[in-house]
């Protein structure tokens, strides 16, 4: 139990210093960008008082350490200040926003999991077979096209030519519920709407399955290639001279193994999902983050810029460690890392 | 009774570049309770030979079998695959070269043991499973079973990984134990403690072996009879003291006086190949 905290620890620590990093960068940049976020938040008939005195409020006339020290203050008393776009607190902003894109991301990864998985088991156990040459075909087929690609084309196909799926949104307009989580699939359930729910899962379909897409291709293709790999081991000889079933082989004697060097990479694709969301979202006009992040970017609004990335940043890095773990967990070698026998 | 029966096995496999023929023709007969040594060079198809028996091979789609392998009375070659992985683990085990990468790193001790024993008694308890395996772990004189069966095999050493295979392989009282090289990967007198271990248990349980090795030092203390196998042809035969008395094929020859690399462990190395090995088989009688 103890290698797990000191790994928990080691990836705080770690993702602490990410980051610092991420912040200074994006800071930075936004900083360095033409365009006088003063002005433009003013828009065309400010004069130069107005202006004048918003860039003081926002401490713009400050040399860039110290508005970057202003700013972390900031963030450490929770607020991430005002967004010129929506003239709410950029926190009251994510709050509403964000839960609508890990309700995507979320359902999206499970998708990609769920599918890809066995896809790569069934192809690793049939290596050479028809299976495994349907499953690449597949693969290569989903990997083909980035998500906002499969949503154009999933949304012509079955929301446009074949309406079985909404075109746009979150939930049918006819629906007003009280936002407690801010996810729709959730909330729908706590008021116990079940028609609400059943619209929000069908608004949530389509636009999961494209982001998940190219997902399905890479896990499949990494669970097969780390299962076979794992099928010349030993042990699997051993399992087979034991007469074990070849399902029960490809399940848990050769799948466990190779599961835990193809996690790392499967979230990574998770959270990769994060920025693929953003094209996904703008097809079906999901009202998520990354819909907010390209408003705010396009608008210049330093305080949204800043706090969506730093959500996004604090988001990756949640996923990363919460991988981390279950490797940790899954690996009895790091599980054990004070040698418990000898 | 015969346990083993192999009668003119070929064996050739399909490759890129063609068709490589690996067996030429294999005869050897393993009698009830009969510990046989099957000794050759590495590369002259040994451990195909015991994949063959265990119904392995057949599976590889590149592989091409012919040829009769009875075991206890049944042609193997002519079993579902079925019916054959039927056998595997109940009737016939296989113990292996090292222990330590045969166990599976993600399951413990304990688990694998439960799943060997199932394959006898599908329904048998966790429990009783764990007792079982506790008494077969204290037969292959292993001092702590309830430590060693919650450990992963990591956490063990080369010997003991070793002692659970042996126990494992014999859990099920097969007829057949199948021990390709076992223990050349440990050091020598870890291999000297582990196969007294296997000749006391399959004396006890009247467990026929066929032993694989290239040690010939191992071979002569183990073994009841011997087959030399050269490039797929078995080229001499008999009970192990006459073959060693006197020995008469060219390669056998050649592999007797060769000096061993490491004392007691390494690969006789023979020096040079001559015509004479592939000379006819000599067989100095003994089988069934
Ligand atoms: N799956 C396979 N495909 C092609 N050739 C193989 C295969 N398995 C074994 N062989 C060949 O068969 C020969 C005998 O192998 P093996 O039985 O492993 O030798 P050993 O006597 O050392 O155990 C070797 O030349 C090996 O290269
Ligand atoms: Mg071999």
Redesign the pocket.
Same mark, same amino acid.
């Not at chain 2, 050759?40 to 030979?49: D, F």
């Given at each position: 139990m103890s290698g797990i905290l000191r790994l928990l620890l080691n990836r705080l620590g770690i993702s602490l210093i990410v980051l610092v990093g991420v912040s200074m960068l994006i800071f930075a940049i936004a900083r360095i960008i033409p365009g006088d976020p003063a002005r433009i938040a003013l828009g065309p008939n400010a004069n130069a008082e107005q202006i004048a005195s918003l860039r003081a409020e926002m401490h713009l006339d400050a040399s860039l350490p110290v508005q970057y020290g202003h700013f972390v203050a900031d963030v450490l008393r929770g607020d991430l200040g005002m967004s010129l776009y929506t003239n709410r607190p950029v926190t009251q902003d994510i709050a509403q926003f964000l839960p609508a894109t890990l309700e995507l991301v979320f359902l999206a990864g499970f998708i990609m999991v769920a599918f890809g998985l066995p896809l790569g088991i069934l192809a690793a156990r049939h290596r050479g077979r028809w299976q495994d040459h349907l499953v690449r075909v597949i693969a290569l087929l989903t990997v083909s096209a980035p998500g906002f690609v499969w949503a154009v084309i999933l949304m012509l196909l079955f929301a446009f030519y074949l309406p079985l799926f909404p075109i746009a949104g979150r939930i049918s307009d006819i629906y007003d519920i009280e936002r407690t989580t801010g996810f729709l699939t959730i909330d729908t359930l706590l008021v116990g709407n079940w028609a609400a729910f059943g619209s929000a899962v069908h608004h949530l379909i389509l636009p999961a399955i494209a982001l998940s897409l190219s997902g399905i291709g890479q896990a499949a293709r990494l669970t097969r290639a780390n299962m076979v790999e794992t099928y010349e081991k030993p042990y699997i000889e051993m399992a087979q001279a034991y007469g074990f079933f070849p399902s029960r082989i490809a399940r848990s004697y050769a799948f466990k193994p190779s599961l835990i060097p193809s996690l790392t990479i499967i979230g990574l694709d998770f959270a990769a999902m994060l920025g693929n969301a953003f094209l996904v979202e703008a097809v079906f006009a999901w009202p998520g983050l990354s819909r907010y992040g390209v408003a705010v970017i396009l608008r210049k609004d330093l305080n949204a810029i800043m706090g969506t990335v730093l959500i996004i940043a604090i988001t990756f890095l949640i996923v990363n460690i919460i991988v981390d773990l279950m490797i940790a967990f899954l690996n009895p070698r790091i599980r054990y890392s004070t040698r418990g026998a000898s | 009774m015969s346990i083993l029966h192999i009668k003119d096995l070929h064996l050739g496999?399909k #490759?890129l570049t063609g068709h *490589?023929d *690996?067996l030429h023709g294999i005869d050897l007969d393993i009698a009830a309770g009969e510990k046989v040594a099957l000794v050759?060079?590495?590369?002259?198809?040994?451990?195909? #030979?015991a994949?063959i028996v265990l119904g392995l091979?057949q599976e #590889?789609r #590149?592989?091409r079998i012919s040829g009769t392998v009875q075991f206890d009375g049944q042609d193997i070659n002519a079993m579902s695959a079925r019916d054959r992985a039927g056998l595997r683990g109940t009737e016939m085990s296989m113990i292996f070269q090292d222990p330590t990468s045969a166990l599976n790193p993600m399951f413990t001790i304990g688990n694998q043991f439960t799943e060997v024993l199932r394959r006898r008694d599908p329904k048998l308890s966790k429990a009783a499973s764990h007792a079982r395996a506790t008494t077969l772990l204290d037969e292959v004189a292993i001092p702590d079973p309830a430590r060693v069966l919650g450990a992963y095999p990591f956490q063990l050493s080369g010997g003991m990984n070793q002692r659970v295979m042996i126990a494992m392989a014999l859990a099920n009282t097969p007829k057949l134990l199948l021990a390709?090289e076992p223990g050349t990967a440990l050091d020598v007198s870890v291999q000297a403690q582990t196969l007294t271990l296997i000749r006391d248990l399959v004396e006890q349980n009247g467990t026929s072996v066929l032993f694989?090795s290239?040690n010939l030092g191992v071979v002569r203390e183990f073994a009841d009879r011997v087959y030399v196998?050269y490039r797929?042809n078995i080229v001499e035969d008999g009970p192990t003291d006459a073959l060693f008395a006197n020995p008469q094929h060219a390669y056998t020859r050649a592999l007797m006086s060769a000096v061993p690399r490491i004392t007691g462990a390494g690969l006789p190395e023979v020096p040079e190949v001559s015509d004479d090995f592939l000379a006819p088989r000599i067989s100095h009688g003994g089988a069934l």
């Open positions: - | 496999f #490759t *490589v *690996v050759g060079e590495s590369g002259s198809g040994k451990s195909v #030979t994949r091979l #590889t #590149t592989a390709d694989i290239h196998i797929g």
